[in-house]
């Protein structure tokens, strides 16, 4: 009895020490910033884009000083573009006290994070990607995105399609997610009776043999064939209609844009797709400074590194504008901010979508993105 | 169409059926199901991308595209023989005594390892296989094959056709059978039980360094991942077939990939996995032994 006694007094001992000693060693002397996405499997191109771009802002703050007298610290989780781990990611940031967090990258990780960003203190979050409306039509005041969305992404696809293209018989795929089918929805929306939808299917995310539906579509021979969806699948459902003499051209949208799309699908058959995203960078003059200094520390940029740069920049401006890093306070400040940033000026309005998202037509061609179509103003 | 979708699922039945042949194989001989096997086929397609990149480099697939693509079945199949004689020695070998539940715990293990080792050493981004075979091929009847379609159904016939006169005709093979119904009796008669058990690794796992390599220009991209959801449906298909049982690896194989592919198309791709679950289930309910499988007693 006695020796459990010295026993349970020797783990008192060494379990108040210990944390004693944890609470030493920390000391609250930064302003910490979490960046979440898909850092490792098939979308991790992307995850790194995106930290990348904030890693460039941040570097760029703390050589400056930082932010409201401290140095700023990243935190970047993977959130593997899985919504179960995505709320894990959510609450592991909003335990370590960050005080915003750029991300996540799927429209499927950001819905469910932001219930806890706003539930744990209003925890602002700026998505550079995230384009399903669902996202910031719940009116949340902590969630902001920098990007466009898909009900105006959608719209600008149909319109293309109706108007230029002249298509009269569409096939729908799309890959069940909350950003492609969502996407794909709002296509097929703003498509109406302008063209026939012959064919509505899905294949599944991760999948890697889409054959058997490619055969189903190439029996109901359309004329295009709309993808809602991230490149991994796009790629090899491109690659594949082309083994399987599918002749229709291909269209999805800023899921796709990447290079890795043409790597998958391979040049031949990536020529000719059809995808919507907003104008290229390298034609804004603002954006000029922040690609080379990009190019000179990661490299190529992705579609999304800007986007994860200037939404960085707006977090720590607001953070300097409101003199705070309370998330209430700070996400009051971003709705009333105008930055302008590397992409031009962002605003938001009151949901926090940006006030102007242009997006236009972009086309593959010699394994090369080109700006293809804009809409009439 | 229907011709398209019969080639299309045959194409992925013969896939599964090497990979699945690796399962009953073992089976047959340990009665123990190893769970790493998927990772040994992901291994494969993981060395198709690197030796075709190394041959790209030297030249060789500009020169010769089927000696060079014949190199990566042979050089992969080497390095995936050694993978499976090695995880034989470290895994399984010292528990062969052992509790029936200790070695299946050592082939999670053993899959969980390797397939964290390809991560960290190849990356966890997924893995693009060079453009170098046409993806152009025969029309017949409206039904395009391609080449690779070809390709992977002669290779897999030529490998199973291969297998099964290497079982029946050899002396190996025949210690193979030997050892399967009876492996104290078969060391009784003279014959090296570790060595058996070492070559049906050293067989299974060349077979799926094959599936492998056919995968990775088949479907044209490789992330570490690969080998768990093959190895699942490869067990299934040997589970499917009568699992120990040879000819029923390759019939549930390629049942697998008929019911896989037919019922994506004709009734939902949405489904597909639950079609190739529900054939296990209704063949488990109404054959417990598998398609091929004998019902036998509990070996003592």
């Known amino acids: 009895m006695k020796k459990i006694k010295i026993a349970f007094l020797l783990f008192i001992i060494h379990f108040s020490l210990f944390t004693v000693l944890t609470g030493c060693a920390k000391k609250e002397d930064t302003i910490k910033i979490g960046v979440a996405g898909p850092m490792t499997g098939d979308q991790a191109k992307m995850g790194n884009d995106l930290k990348n771009g904030v890693e460039l802002a941040v570097s760029e703050w703390n050589e400056k000083g930082g932010v409201l007298g401290k140095k700023i610290e990243l935190f970047v989780e993977d959130d593997q573009h899985d919504p179960k781990l995505a709320v894990a990611v959510a609450n592991k940031l909003s335990n370590s006290n960050v005080a915003g967090v750029i991300g996540h990258w799927n429209s499927s990780a950001s819905i469910p994070a932001s219930e806890v960003y706003r539930d744990r203190g209003s925890i602002p ?62 296509f097929k929306k703003a498509l109406g009776d302008a063209a026939e939808v012959v064919y509505y299917g899905v294949v599944i995310q991760g999948d890697k043999d889409f054959r058997a539906v490619l055969t189903s579509i190439k029996n109901k021979k359309p004329e295009l064939i709309y993808f809602g969806g991230i490149y991994p699948e796009a790629g090899l459902l491109v690659k594949q209609a082309k083994e399987l003499g599918i002749k229709a051209p291909f269209m999805s949208g800023d899921g796709t844009i990447d290079k890795e799309f043409i790597k998958i699908a391979g040049r031949d058959s990536a020529d000719g797709t059809y995808l919507t995203f907003s104008p290229d960078p390298s034609n804004i003059p603002t954006a000029k400074t922040f690609l080379d200094k990009y190019h000179a520390k990661y490299g190529e940029h992705g579609p999304y590194s800007i986007y994860a740069y200037d939404a960085a920049n707006l977090l720590l401006t607001g953070m300097s504008k409101a003199g705070t890093a309370e998330g209430k306070r700070l996400s009051e400040t971003l709705h009333s901010l105008v930055y302008e940033g590397a992409l031009g000026t962002i605003q938001f309005d009151q949901n926090g979508d940006v006030l102007k998202a242009p997006y236009i037509v972009w086309i593959t061609k010699d394994g090369e993105f080109k700006e293809y179509w804009k809409p009439e103003e | 169409m229907f011709l398209q979708q019969l080639i299309n699922g045959l194409t992925l039945g013969s896939v599964y059926a090497l990979i699945a042949l690796g399962y009953t194989m073992v089976y047959g001989i340990l009665q123990l199901i190893n769970f790493a ?45 050694a993978y499976g004689l090695t995880m034989e020695r470290v895994a399984y070998r010292p528990l062969r005594h052992a509790h029936r539940l200790s070695p299946l715990i050592s082939a999670i293990g053993m899959s969980i390892f390797l397939q964290n080792y390809v991560m960290l050493s ?12 046409p993806s152009t091929g025969i029309e017949i009847s409206g039904a395009s094959i391609s080449y690779l379609q070809v390709l992977i159904l002669a290779t897999s016939f030529i490998l199973m056709t291969a297998l099964h006169l290497f079982i029946k005709k050899t002396r190996l093979g025949k210690a193979m059978r030997a050892t399967s119904q009876d492996s104290r009796m078969a060391s009784l008669v003279g014959i090296n039980v570790n060595n058996v058990i070492a070559v049906t690794f050293v067989i299974g796992s060349i077979l799926a360094a094959a599936a492998g390599v056919m995968v990775a220009m088949y479907y044209g991209s490789v992330n570490f991942f690969i080998g768990y959801s093959a190895g699942i449906k490869a067990f299934t298909a040997a589970v499917l077939g009568g699992i120990g049982n040879i000819l029923g690896a390759m019939l549930g194989g ?47």
């Open chain 2, 122 to 133: 190849q990356g966890a981004v997924d893995k693009v296989f060079p453009h170098i075979i």
């Open chain 2, 254 to 300: 390629l049942l697998l990939g008929l019911v896989e592919g037919l019922g994506a198309s004709y009734i939902s791709s949405e489904y597909k996995d639950v079609f190739a679950f529900i054939i296990l289930i209704l063949v488990l309910i109404f054959r417990p032994a598998g398609l091929l499988g004998e019902r036998v007693g509990e070996k003592v």
């Open chain 1, 125 to 186: 979050m700026i998505t550079p990607a995230s384009t399903n409306p669902q996202l910031t039509d719940r009116g949340f005041e902590n969630v902001f995105r920098v990007c466009g969305r898909d009900d105006q992404q959608g719209k600008i696809a149909a319109e293309f399609v109706a108007k230029i293209l002249k298509t009269k018989k569409v096939a729908i795929v799309h890959d069940k997610t909350t950003y492609g089918q969502g996407l794909a929805d709002e």
């Open chain 2, 37 to 81: 096997h998927g990772e040994i086929y992901m291994i494969g397609a993981y060395m198709a991308i690197i030796v075709l990149g190394v041959l790209t480099a030297t030249g060789l697939t500009a020169t010769s595209l089927p000696l060079s693509i014949l190199l990566v079945f042979v050089i992969s199949g080497l390095f995936c023989g």
